[in-house]
């Protein structure tokens, strides 16, 4: 079965591609890149080192020690991966690995409002398209990028386990749904407000 | 209908440990240390055919014996909490109503499987279920029912730490949890050695689904029969069914297993909107195939899907009505599985995608006929996959065109 030709024949298929661009898609979107900690940013390298201390203690704990450094810095810099490799002994390559394997971890910096929307199939019945596209409209920004107010971060991302909430919504980690398109105003104004 | 893993949902608090204690809390694990030997406890566990809940439906005190027959110490236990199966959120409301009632299971399959550690991994987007979770553990140690010497016994410690994920469907699959619980990359692993014999750090691991732990107490106070007889047919005990979709009320309710799906779908979501059809349903999550109206009498367990072509899954039934397209719902799944490959193994990293490929050509009228054979030819290579993953992708995508062709074909022949 390992050699069925299935696979291959519809890669080679010259019109594979061009219907996969044509379509518009609500597409997870995470660039991998690497940004440099900014200058002013550097001190707190020191805060994240004192932080990973009792990390060492607790074997298999990369994910804690990357969460550590997302919640100082707004995202993942290579510096903290270098540092994290470092204080818990684990080789550069595998904390790169686990920070690029899942979702919830940023290569670029981030607003402090993440907004995860589900696309998946109870969301997207329930209207999950138009709740999108309205956040993008309200935030003047395509999902996947940081609205240029510098206060959101939208993301379109997998179930978010919030079905009876279709379509459901994390503002950070908080639940919120059903969100109609027009909630989308007042979200917003209650999250800049510090409601959120 | 008597509730089992549901029961003390709408009580005051009752996330708490003074709720959970009146409610009859933890008296379970005393009459289990106090009367009762490990052998006894898994022994009740096998006679009340209490399966696994997380999909896979392994009997859970055949899992927990096996794993106490392994010298090799120490043993674990661990919750998988990173259910994220789409339409699925049976596991959420657990932990953050009644995270007791799973700790409690836990600390029982510990003593069962005689584990001495444990690991309590949830997905990293349920914020609430962590913090209910870790006070609940807390609370535990505080009371005595965690740590060293437990209500007593000096001969029974276990030693629980909070885990939580970032962000990745693949790591549900036991052997990747293990691989995260180690600070690696979610991908799964070779099986066998299975996880009773080669689990977290190599050693013999318990590994269940919270609704599976959270059986375990109501099963020691009451008994093997009364479980099992809960069940309808064959089917024992209870099973938290959770609904979505184009349905009225998208609710869970706690059900005896075997139900038929017209009674949830019409019963307890209320069937579709005023004014609409039923089209189909899912009966378990994107894995499982759809099904259509005229197999609603069809007993949601797992045998009776599987005699159908699907899966009884995770209990997470997605209701369509006829303002939905089938060729649509297919697409979604498949952009699910293109973005939850994990990517280690070809056929399921390059046939995902090209799952998702074959169904954007048929949605924008440039499909043919030869790509629904193709997606036949597709899913068998699929099912040379490494992991659970790639064998189930294609399923979804092929059941619904097995069952709604006509609208495959409306698409390809430029009707719609
Ligand atoms: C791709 C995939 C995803 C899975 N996701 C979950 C999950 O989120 N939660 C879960 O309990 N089991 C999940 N499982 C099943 C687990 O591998 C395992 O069978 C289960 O945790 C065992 O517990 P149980 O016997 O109590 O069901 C998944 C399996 C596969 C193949
Ligand atoms: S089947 Fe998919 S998810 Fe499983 S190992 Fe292969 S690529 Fe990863
Ligand atoms: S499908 Fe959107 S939260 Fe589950």
Redesign the interface.
Same mark, same amino acid.
């Given at each position: 079965?390992?050699n069925?030709?299935?696979?291959f024949?519809?890669?080679n298929r010259a019109?594979?591609?061009p219907?996969?661009m044509?379509?518009h =898609?609500t597409?997870?979107e995470t660039p991998p890149g690497r940004q440099p900690l900014p200058e002013a940013e550097r001190p707190k390298l020191e805060t994240l080192r004192e932080q990973l201390q009792p990390l060492k203690e607790?074997?298999?704990?990369?994910?804690?020690a990357?969460?550590a450094a997302q919640e100082l810095f707004s995202y993942v810099p290579p510096e903290a991966i270098t540092m994290i490799a470092e204080e818990?002994n684990?080789p550069e390559s595998?904390v790169f690995?686990?920070v690029t394997?899942?979702?919830?971890?940023s290569l670029e910096p981030q607003a402090p409002n993440v907004l995860?929307v589900c696309?998946?199939?109870?969301c =997207?019945?329930?209207g999950a398209p138009k709740l999108i596209g309205a956040l993008e409209d309200a935030l003047g920004v395509r999902h996947g990028h940081n609205s240029p107010d510098g206060q959101f971060t939208l993301k379109v991302?997998?179930?978010?386990?919030?079905?009876?909430?279709?379509p459901a919504m994390?503002v950070?980690?908080?639940?919120h749904g059903p969100v109609m398109p027009d909630d989308v105003p007042d979200l917003l104004d209650g999250i800049r407000n510090g409601a959120g | 209908m008597e509730l089992v893993v549901t029961r003390n949902f709408g009580r005051p608090e009752s996330w708490t440990l003074a709720s959970y204690r009146e409610a009859g809390g933890y008296e379970a694990l005393e009459r289990v240390l106090k009367e009762m030997t490990p052998e006894e406890v898994t022994d009740l566990i096998k006679a009340s055919d209490l399966t696994g809940r997380g999909g896979a439906f392994f009997p859970t005190g055949l899992k927990w014996e096996f794993v106490r027959k392994d010298p090799k110490t120490p043993r674990y236990v661990v919750v998988n909490a990173d259910?994220?199966?789409?339409?699925?959120?049976v596991?959420?409301l657990s932990l953050e109503l009644d995270p007791h009632m799973t700790i409690e299971g836990m600390i029982i399959a510990a003593y069962a499987s005689n584990a001495e550690r444990g690991y309590f991994y949830i997905?990293?987007?349920?914020?609430?279920s962590?913090e209910r979770v870790k006070a609940a553990l807390r609370e535990a140690y505080e009371a005595g029912y965690l740590g060293q010497g437990i209500c007593g016994r000096s001969d029974f410690n276990l030693e629980v #730490?909070f885990?939580?994920?970032?962000?990745?469907?693949i790591v549900g699959e036991e052997t990747a949890l293990f691989n995260?619980?180690?600070?690696?990359?979610?991908n799964p692993r070779f099986k066998p050695p299975f996880p009773t014999n080669f689990g977290v750090?190599g050693l013999p691991t318990a590994i269940n689904n919270v609704e599976t732990l959270a059986a375990a107490p109501a099963i020691v106070m009451n008994g093997a029969e009364w479980f099992k007889d809960l069940g309808i047919g064959d089917a024992a005990g209870t099973k938290m069914y %959770?609904?979505?979709?184009?349905v009225v009320n998208?609710? %869970?309710v706690e059900l005896p297993l075997g139900v038929s799906a017209r009674e949830v779908i019409m019963e307890h979501g209320g069937g579709v909107p005023e004014g609409r059809t039923l089209k189909g349903f899912?009966p378990g999550g994107?894995s499982s195939a759809p099904l259509t109206p005229a197999e609603l009498d069809a007993a949601l367990e797992p045998k009776s899907m599987a005699a159908l072509g699907t899966i009884m899954g995770t209990g997470?039934v997605?209701v369509?009505d006829d303002t939905?397209c089938m060729v649509d719902?297919a697409?979604?799944?498949a952009?699910?599985f293109e973005? #939850?490959s %994990?990517g280690f193994c070809?056929?399921c990293r390059?046939?995902t995608p090209?799952l998702?490929?074959?169904c954007?050509?048929i949605?924008?009228g440039?499909g043919t006929m030869d790509d629904l054979d193709?997606l036949e030819?597709?899913g068998?290579?699929m099912?040379?996959s490494f992991c659970g993953l790639g064998h189930f992708a294609h399923q979804p995508v092929r059941g619904a065109v097995s069952r709604f062709r006509d609208e495959f074909e409306a698409y390809i022949r430029g009707r719609n």
């Amino acid at each position: 079965m390992l050699n069925s030709p299935a696979i291959f024949q519809v890669n080679n298929r010259a019109d594979a591609r061009p219907y996969r661009m044509a379509i518009h =898609h609500t597409e997870l979107e995470t660039p991998p890149g690497r940004q440099p900690l900014p200058e002013a940013e550097r001190p707190k390298l020191e805060t994240l080192r004192e932080q990973l201390q009792p990390l060492k203690e607790l074997p298999g704990s990369s994910i804690e020690a990357l969460y550590a450094a997302q919640e100082l810095f707004s995202y993942v810099p290579p510096e903290a991966i270098t540092m994290i490799a470092e204080e818990l002994n684990i080789p550069e390559s595998q904390v790169f690995g686990v920070v690029t394997f899942y979702t919830m971890f940023s290569l670029e910096p981030q607003a402090p409002n993440v907004l995860r929307v589900c696309r998946d199939l109870s969301c =997207h019945l329930a209207g999950a398209p138009k709740l999108i596209g309205a956040l993008e409209d309200a935030l003047g920004v395509r999902h996947g990028h940081n609205s240029p107010d510098g206060q959101f971060t939208l993301k379109v991302v997998s179930c978010l386990g919030l079905c009876d909430m279709q379509p459901a919504m994390l503002v950070n980690l908080d639940q919120h749904g059903p969100v109609m398109p027009d909630d989308v105003p007042d979200l917003l104004d209650g999250i800049r407000n510090g409601a959120g | 209908m008597e509730l089992v893993v549901t029961r003390n949902f709408g009580r005051p608090e009752s996330w708490t440990l003074a709720s959970y204690r009146e409610a009859g809390g933890y008296e379970a694990l005393e009459r289990v240390l106090k009367e009762m030997t490990p052998e006894e406890v898994t022994d009740l566990i096998k006679a009340s055919d209490l399966t696994g809940r997380g999909g896979a439906f392994f009997p859970t005190g055949l899992k927990w014996e096996f794993v106490r027959k392994d010298p090799k110490t120490p043993r674990y236990v661990v919750v998988n909490a990173d259910e994220s199966e789409p339409g699925t959120y049976v596991n959420r409301l657990s932990l953050e109503l009644d995270p007791h009632m799973t700790i409690e299971g836990m600390i029982i399959a510990a003593y069962a499987s005689n584990a001495e550690r444990g690991y309590f991994y949830i997905r990293g987007e349920y914020g609430l279920s962590h913090e209910r979770v870790k006070a609940a553990l807390r609370e535990a140690y505080e009371a005595g029912y965690l740590g060293q010497g437990i209500c007593g016994r000096s001969d029974f410690n276990l030693e629980v #730490e909070f885990r939580r994920g970032a962000g990745a469907y693949i790591v549900g699959e036991e052997t990747a949890l293990f691989n995260s619980l180690e600070g690696k990359r979610g991908n799964p692993r070779f099986k066998p050695p299975f996880p009773t014999n080669f689990g977290v750090w190599g050693l013999p691991t318990a590994i269940n689904n919270v609704e599976t732990l959270a059986a375990a107490p109501a099963i020691v106070m009451n008994g093997a029969e009364w479980f099992k007889d809960l069940g309808i047919g064959d089917a024992a005990g209870t099973k938290m069914y %959770c609904l979505s979709g184009n349905v009225v009320n998208p609710v %869970c309710v706690e059900l005896p297993l075997g139900v038929s799906a017209r009674e949830v779908i019409m019963e307890h979501g209320g069937g579709v909107p005023e004014g609409r059809t039923l089209k189909g349903f899912k009966p378990g999550g994107a894995s499982s195939a759809p099904l259509t109206p005229a197999e609603l009498d069809a007993a949601l367990e797992p045998k009776s899907m599987a005699a159908l072509g699907t899966i009884m899954g995770t209990g997470g039934v997605v209701v369509f009505d006829d303002t939905t397209c089938m060729v649509d719902v297919a697409y979604r799944d498949a952009l699910f599985f293109e973005d #939850e490959s %994990c990517g280690f193994c070809i056929p399921c990293r390059e046939g995902t995608p090209n799952l998702v490929q074959i169904c954007e050509r048929i949605l924008h009228g440039q499909g043919t006929m030869d790509d629904l054979d193709l997606l036949e030819e597709l899913g068998a290579s699929m099912m040379a996959s490494f992991c659970g993953l790639g064998h189930f992708a294609h399923q979804p995508v092929r059941g619904a065109v097995s069952r709604f062709r006509d609208e495959f074909e409306a698409y390809i022949r430029g009707r719609n």
